[in-house]
């Protein structure tokens, strides 16, 4: 199914090619780092390299879910590494739009005249889709060399079946727009109008051609395989070997980088309980300087009341003594008279 190659929460928004023909996202976007939403997200994402790809993503669900959006962060962290040929796909659809808008229209042709069985209309709509699909996935092989990106001979065939995929179905050709993708598309089977040499108008009243009888002759030996042929074949050999190989590769970088996935999602919980604790931390340890000056003056305080006391506690002694001293003088005096 061509779905496999689009993420589920990506979709086309009113600037990408099948609108006005601008594309928006892609590297140097100014996307502001203060906020996080996914939208913005996913076209920063999609248009960074593969292998800067999985650090950028993980640093976004960060903040998501710093910013308090768990959900948000989840939907960050399920989003899936691209592969060289879908990215390559994304850096075609979002830096040339004026070439790649020619495909929908051709798209459009292929699928009218398939439906009206109008085989010659098929025809030079396939030899032109022939030489266009053949431009445009060079011209993804040169975009991804021009960022560093070298795309080997399997990856500028998943990026033909891309586009074929555009010109089959318009579903991919939305999809494809967008420019998220993480997986090569591919045609829906069934699909009859994308040959060179495809089928003629069926013409009604012609009876079919009786079949010829079979003959009695004994069938000649097989010639040997043309030279050319043989070549094709092992051409054809050694890039299913490499096709393998490299599903095998990206099966085994995938279970790498899922494996990194977990261990980063560990690592976030962790920092979050250690920056929480930290917090916690950092409160209390306020708090005791505030209890530490707030014990420092209450006890400059007690100090300066129980100096005042002792003060006033030797003036009251010495004030009682001049009294006795006093009383004493008038009970002399009375005495004597």
Avoid: C
């Amino acid at each position: 199914m061509h779905t496999a190659g689009m993420h589920r929460l990506a979709r086309p928004g009113p600037s990408g090619i099948l609108g006005n023909g601008m594309v928006s996202g892609g590297r140097g976007t100014g996307i502001p780092r203060s906020t996080v939403d996914l939208e913005s997200t996913l076209d920063e994402l999609y248009a960074l390299r593969p292998h800067e790809f999985t650090a950028a993503r993980n640093q976004r669900a960060a903040e998501a879910r710093r910013a308090g959006d768990r959900e948000l962060a989840e939907r960050i962290r399920a989003l899936r590494r691209p592969t060289v040929s879908a990215w390559a796909g994304n850096m075609l659809v979002r830096r040339e739009p004026d070439k790649v808008r020619p495909l929908i229209s051709l798209g459009e042709g292929l699928r009218e005249a398939h439906r009206n069985l109008d085989g010659e209309q098929l025809r030079e709509l396939g030899r032109q889709q022939h030489l266009l699909v053949g431009a445009l996935a060079r011209e993804a092989r040169q975009l991804a060399a021009e960022e560093g990106q070298s795309v080997g001979e399997a990856a500028l065939h998943e990026i033909e079946a891309t586009l074929h995929a555009v010109l089959a179905d318009p579903e991919a050709a939305r999809q494809w727009a967008a420019g998220h993708l993480d997986r090569p598309l591919s045609a829906p089977v069934g699909f009859t109008g994308l040959e060179a040499d495809a089928g003629v108008t069926v013409r009604p009243g012609r009876p079919p051609e009786p079949a010829s009888r079979p003959s009695r002759e004994p069938r000649p030996e097989p010639s040997p395989e043309p030279e050319e042929d043989a070549a094709a074949r092992r051409r054809r050999e050694k890039l299913e070997s490499a096709r393998q190989d490299a599903e095998e590769a990206e099966r085994q970088a995938r279970e790498r980088e899922q494996a990194h996935d977990e261990a980063v999602a560990v690592l976030e919980r962790s920092q979050t309980a250690r920056d929480e604790t930290g917090d916690r931390v950092a409160a209390l340890t306020r708090e005791l300087e505030e209890a530490k000056e707030r014990h420092r003056r209450t006890e400059r305080a007690y100090r300066d009341a129980r100096d005042q006391a002792d003060r006033t506690e030797r003036a009251a002694r010495d004030a009682r003594r001049r009294a006795d001293k006093a009383l004493t003088v008038v009970d002399r005096l009375d005495a004597g008279a």
